[in-house]
């Protein structure tokens, strides 16, 4: 076999994500799909994960414009702060093949650092998670993102999964799990 | 009998996508601008449980501000208003009871007038007041839920749907609920008075009638609570729309049933569902109208009532992305390859370039590139037409401009990275041999106070000028004020970068170097020789003697590039070593190469005296030399001398450099050697340390 880095097209690559999304869809599992009619460059798909933790610090600054509760809002005791993680799945055009990203913020929108992140996704004491998840400008919404290094993801697919009928499939059973991502045994019938 | 209790409901967590901010930024720079109108956005929120997530959460991102809703899969959308002030001032003095009961009004209207039975998602309804600090990428913001108060509501009972429909029924009741349309979605009826279990949409509830069997129907909303005692928050306005269109109800018993959906492997389905058998208030409706203050600000993170700050700074600031991005980068290489790379020393070591010339642009360059904040030029020239195609940090219009390389290129590299802090100083370094007359005086002793003040100020001291004598003054402070020196000079097609040696006062300063190396020598820091050390004269007469950097040198374009980096690799080099500028050289005597045997000195490699390139044979050797005790700019002599005189000695020097000669004692040198050979680093067999 010499295919071990099969680029992928981008045609393909919208063919496999909207297989994706359609069946996300059957399966209420909550990919989004993005994308403006008039630019076809501007697919890919996301999901977002929800993760409780300890509350943040506040800010000083608002404490003066708080105001005296005079009205029946129960206060329910919500100690538990939530963080959003959001996983993206993209077409990166210079390595030809699909990229993970992630981004995670607080409620108040405000990001998390790549150190942060990986503290969140017990990463912290892995020897090896500088190779695995670095920042990188997202390729359609151009903003820096956590992303996958997709160094390693032409080949994968290229060798591993160079028979799957959805590489994306295959390829993200693989390794989105390591970041947190499951991705639902249901998804493999696109596979073969 | 147990005393009833009073329904309460679950409020809404906000939860802002940082996309929401971006995009709020977007249309407030380009857009809005200082426009203050209020603006219509959506708000997401959801009935299925998600992952373990006990908060009822309400989202915004940056497709609150499309003009056609598109919520996806099980989102149902809330209609909303963005109230961005544009001062802080504003935010904070803004009446909020006024602007809620202006707010409110909008919902009232909506029911009053009957397009909520039409559209129910019309009650559905929140708006944000907002003050977006675009200077600092500071977001104050505070969301409102706005509904009616003084709604006495009595629970006389939870009942999970399970005990009340059929597990089939159930699920036909799921499949039904995905069916409708996502107006509908929110709020609706259920009637189980036929055997099909029977979805109405909301509007169905003017058929009812005082003689209507409530217990038929089940008044259902799309519930964002997962709470198992609390209904979430819009059930307050679907009470309200209860009673205004059918005042009946009051004091009757009704079925609330909070539709919730969960999921069951691959399906959707809403048996997490809960009915609150409640009673309705007896009230008169123009209690609960807007004139009557609503409630509904949300509590902020320490459970008070007051805003959120979020501040984007790092994720929106361009020049915070961009100073993020450069230290990541070096960070994965610290990652990577070098866990103990010292980054904050690179980072702060303040750098100052004497010579801003291909050499400094090049040394400069290298330097941003290894993340230094710090970089001060110095130079007395002006950009000419020659420059920009070998010097690269200017470009034509300096020239036409007849700008100062050092303000120039100071400039530029602002241009290029707006995270360093980088000044430019136009101003001749004087130089010995060259006489200052009566009027330059004031200005002489200006550049020496800045000089010295600069050396001093500054950790690294580059030696890049054109000249073999303005290297003179800036040696003698560098050494005296303890500095690193990297020196560099170009010939044709050779090059030279040397670390000078570090000035000891003291044992504590002396490294002895460890070497059982055979063959390899090396020389402590404190003993290590400076550019000047191999002369045998004075400088001041370069004009007459061959030397590498003479005026107008001409010399191959890549060499400025290759010598550039070398002396800030060096300098890098020299930093990650333990001892720093004390750090012993090694280096070889017979024919094996340098760093092979060799343990490594410091992370990066080895930290050898000096580097001479030669590009005819693309070859480096690394010679290292010592210390010359008769040495006209760093021998203690000299230092003494400039120590016990200052300015006044610099003046006599300035006047002569035979001065310096008789100081040193290479007067006497000289008379003793009759055919003076000066030191060329063109000639390769020179110098004892080196065996080629
Ligand atoms: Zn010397």
Redesign the pocket.
């Given at each position: 076999m010499d295919s071990t880095n099969i680029c992928m097209t981008w045609d393909s690559f919208v063919n496999y994500v909207v297989e994706i999304k359609t069946l996300s869809d059957e399966l209420h599992d909550e990919w989004e799909f993005h994308g403006e009619s008039d630019n076809e460059n501007s697919i890919y798909i996301s999901k977002k994960l929800h993760k409780t933790f300890q509350p943040a610090a506040i800010d000083e600054e608002l404490i003066n414009f708080e105001e005296d509760a005079d009205e029946d809002i129960p206060n329910m005791e919500n100690k538990s702060v939530l963080l959003t993680l959001e996983y993206h799945v993209a077409f990166h055009p210079t390595y030809s093949c699909p990229i993970l990203c992630l981004n995670a913020w607080n409620m108040n929108g405000s990001l998390l650092t790549l150190e942060e992140c990986w503290q969140h996704l017990g990463f912290s004491d892995c020897d090896y998670k500088y190779n695995m998840l670095t920042q990188m400008d997202h390729p359609v919404l151009m903003r820096p993102f956590l992303t996958v290094h997709p160094c390693k993801t032409g080949d994968l697919i290229g060798t591993s999964f160079h028979k799957s009928k959805n590489p994306i499939v295959s390829w993200l059973s693989a390794v989105a799990p390591i970041f947190g991502l499951k991705i639902l045994p249901e998804y493999a019938k696109l596979t073969f | 009998m147990e005393k009833t209790k009073l329904l309460e409901y679950f409020p809404f967590s906000s939860s802002v996508n940082p996309s929401f901010w971006h995009k709020l930024t977007e249309i407030k720079l380009d857009i809005d601008k200082l426009n203050e109108n209020s603006r219509k956005i959506w708000g997401y929120y959801s009935n299925l449980t998600f992952n373990a997530c006990k908060i009822p959460l309400f989202e915004v991102d940056s497709t609150s501000f499309n003009t056609e809703c598109n919520s996806q899969n099980n989102y149902l959308f809330a209609h909303g208003i963005l109230l961005n002030k544009n001062t802080i001032e504003q935010f904070k003095d803004c009446n909020k009871t006024e602007l809620i009961q202006n707010e409110s009004r909008r919902v009232w209207n909506y029911i009053a007038s009957g397009e909520a039975l039409n559209n129910p998602s019309l009650l559905n309804f929140f708006f944000i007041l907002s003050f977006a600090d675009l200077k600092k990428y500071h977001y104050y913001y505070w969301f409102c839920f706005p509904a009616p108060p003084r709604i006495s509501v009595n629970l006389l009972e939870i009942v999970s749907i399970n005990s009340i429909f059929e597990k089939d029924m159930i699920n036909r009741l799921s499949n039904n609920y995905q069916g409708l349309d996502q107006q509908q979605k929110s709020f609706f009826v259920i009637n189980n008075s036929t055997t099909n279990l029977e979805i109405l949409p909301i509007k169905s509830i003017r058929t009812l009638e005082v003689t209507s069997n409530l217990q038929e129907y089940y008044f259902a909303f799309s519930d964002s609570s997962t709470s198992s005692e609390h209904p979430g928050w819009f059930a307050r306005n679907y009470i309200a729309l209860l009673l205004y269109n059918c005042p009946f109800l009051s004091e009757k018993t009704i079925n609330l049933l909070a539709f919730r959906l969960s999921r069951d492997g691959n399906e959707i389905n809403c048996s997490s569902s809960i009915v609150f058998k409640i009673i309705l208030p007896k009230i008169n409706i123009q209690d609960i109208n807007p004139e009557n203050v609503w409630l509904g600000w949300e509590r902020n993170e320490r459970g008070k009532f007051g805003p959120r700050l979020c501040n984007m700074k790092t994720s929106i600031d361009p020049k915070c992305l961009a100073e993020t991005s450069v230290d990541l980068n070096l960070k994965l290489m610290k990652w990577q390859l070098l866990p103990e790379i010292n980054l904050e020393k690179i980072k702060h070591a303040k750098c100052l370039l004497l010579g801003s010339g291909t050499l400094g642009c090049s040394v400069a360059r290298t330097l941003l590139g290894w993340g230094v904040r710090n970089i001060t030029f110095v130079d007395n020239a002006l950009v000419s037409f020659s420059n920009p195609v070998r010097q690269s940090l200017f470009i034509y219009e300096d020239c036409v401009k007849n700008r100062s390389k050092a303000e120039a290129a100071a400039e530029r590299l602002k241009n290029i990275f707006p995270g360093v802090n980088s000044k430019g100083y136009n101003f001749s370094i004087p130089m010995p041999g060259h006489p200052v007359g009566e009027s330059l005086l004031p200005q002489t002793k200006e550049s020496v106070q800045i000089l010295t003040d600069l050396i001093s100020e500054h950790d690294i001291i580059f030696l890049l000028m054109d000249s073999r004598e303005s290297r003179w003054l800036p040696t003698l402070l560098g050494t005296y004020f303890k500095k690193i020196v990297i020196n560099a000079a170009l010939g044709f097609d050779t090059y030279l970068i040397m670390r000078h040696g570090f000035r000891s006062e003291n044992e504590e300063d002396i490294v002895v170097p460890e070497t059982s190396m055979e063959r390899v020598k090396s020389i402590p820091g404190h003993k290590l020789?400076?550019y000047?050390?191999n002369d045998v004269t004075a400088p001041g007469n370069s004009l007459k003697d061959r030397t590498l950097d003479q005026q107008c040198t001409v010399t191959r374009p890549g060499i400025s590039a290759i010598a550039g980096a070398l002396a800030v690799e060096l300098a890098v080099s020299l930093l990650q070593h333990p001892n720093g500028a004390k750090a012993p050289a090694h280096y070889k005597i017979g024919n094996q190469e340098l760093g092979e045997e060799t343990h490594e000195e410091c992370i990066l490699g080895i930290v050898p005296h000096s580097i001479r390139g030669f590009l005819t044979t693309y070859t480096h050797v690394l010679p290292a030399t010592e210390?010359?005790k008769h040495?006209v700019?760093?021998?203690d002599i000299i230092l003494d001398e400039y120590q016990k005189h200052g300015y006044d000695f610099l003046l006599r020097v300035f006047d002569s450099c035979k001065y310096l000669e008789d100081l040193t004692g290479l007067s006497e040198i000289h008379k003793e050697i009759t055919d003076l050979e000066v030191w060329d680093l063109e000639d390769t067999t020179d110098g004892d340390e080196e065996s080629e």
């Open positions: - | 020789g400076c000047f050390c210390k010359y040495c700019a760093c021998s």
